[in-house]
């Protein structure tokens, strides 16, 4: 199928956030990295209740840094731990997601453009290699919201110089998979704008790469001041449907009326005290209007249920008990 139609097949999603994407301390373990940002490790248990629940998704969030030797290999360790927790996915009968994420190294500009790309090309061949086999029900992501990070346009859309060496880096993956070969050769990848962002000034110098089976990858926490933000809005209403409504628009505009497929690899709604009726009422607006553009949204569980009023609190899964905490949300989001 092409992947405008794989896109549409494909059902909501989560995020198995804060857990192998856990940046800890040098020369840690595999254990040690997945558990080190406070999440127990990752059981099939849990990827079979997403399945039951009937989630279609499951996105693992991997941050390679720290399990690298000083020629860029990934350690066996890591490596063998990664596609573990892959096969988890596919063999509870999920789509699953595997990415580059909470990476400094490929800091989008000019002077830093070699370098990242050096290590880009060398982790995500022995990705591709490992997984080569894999057919469609394993997506690549490039990058997870690659961004000036520390910049006063981090979250601004970007520059034209960060934009621009997005770009290049998202060409350099589909090329270096590619090349990899086997089932590489037509496997769905997911390449994101500047940050993730869908916001007009990142969307405006979005060029896709050169090749097919392509997906952009945007994500958005929408409306900001009641789903991410520190702000005390915890009450949802119908004014603010319209910024969701905007949002997708813009994507509309930019990807779907071009025939370009898009995943949504980040959403939710903090939990702000007692106001999980409006999260229910915010989720089912939010993928409902996801629908109508095929847009399929993955929602971001970072594991974490408590903390002050600038904690954010996107935990769905109690992944000790393996249960849900909030049903509610969960069934208006699946």
């Not at 061949?125 to 029900?137: C, G, L, S, T, V």
């Not at 880096?169 to 993730?196: C, E, K, W």
């Not at 690899?265 to 607006?285: F, M, P, Q, S, V």
Request: proline share 4%; charged share 25%; net charge negative.
């Amino acid at each position: 199928m092409t992947a405008q139609e794989f896109v549409k097949s494909l059902k909501n999603g989560w995020n198995l956030g804060n857990t192998l994407d856990a940046v800890p301390k040098a020369d840690a373990t595999a254990t040690e990295q997945e558990t080190a940002w406070g999440n127990p490790v990752t059981t099939k248990e849990m990827v079979q209740l997403l399945k039951s629940t009937g989630f279609g998704i499951f996105r693992v969030p991997t941050t390679w840094g720290k399990q690298l030797t000083a020629d860029n290999t990934i350690k066996a360790e890591w490596l063998n731990r990664v596609q573990e927790i892959v096969d988890y996915g596919i063999e509870s009968g999920l789509t699953v997601i595997l990415n580059l994420h909470h990476e400094h190294w490929h800091f989008p500009d000019d002077k830093n453009y070699n370098a990242a790309s050096i290590i880009l090309k060398k982790v995500w061949q022995q990705i591709a290699e490992r997984f080569a086999k894999y057919d469609n029900n394993l997506i690549f992501e490039a990058m997870n919201e690659p961004r000036k990070i520390g910049t006063e346009v981090e979250w601004s859309g970007g520059d034209e110089e960060g934009r621009r060496v997005v770009m290049l880096l998202n060409q350099d993956f589909v090329d270096t998979v590619r090349a990899t070969g086997g089932n590489n050769a037509t496997r769905m990848l997911m390449v994101p704008t500047y940050a993730a962002s869908a916001d007009a000034a990142a969307l405006a110098d979005f060029v896709m790469p050169k090749g097919d089976n392509l997906i952009a990858s945007v994500h958005a926490y929408t409306p900001y001041p009641f789903a991410l933000s520190n702000e005390n809005v915890t009450a949802w209403t119908t004014e603010q449907e319209k910024i969701i409504d905007e949002l997708f628009e813009r994507i509309d505009k930019a990807f779907i009326s071009k025939n370009i497929p898009v995943i949504m690899g980040e959403c939710g709604a903090r939990n702000k005290g007692d106001n999980t009726a409006d999260r229910t009422a915010w989720a089912k607006y939010y993928t409902a209007t996801a629908k109508k553009y095929n847009v399929p949204c993955v929602w971001w569980d970072n594991g974490i249920f408590t903390g002050s009023e600038k904690t954010e609190i996107f935990g769905l899964m109690d992944r000790a008990n393996v249960k849900w905490a909030y049903p509610d949300v969960v069934k208006a989001f699946v």
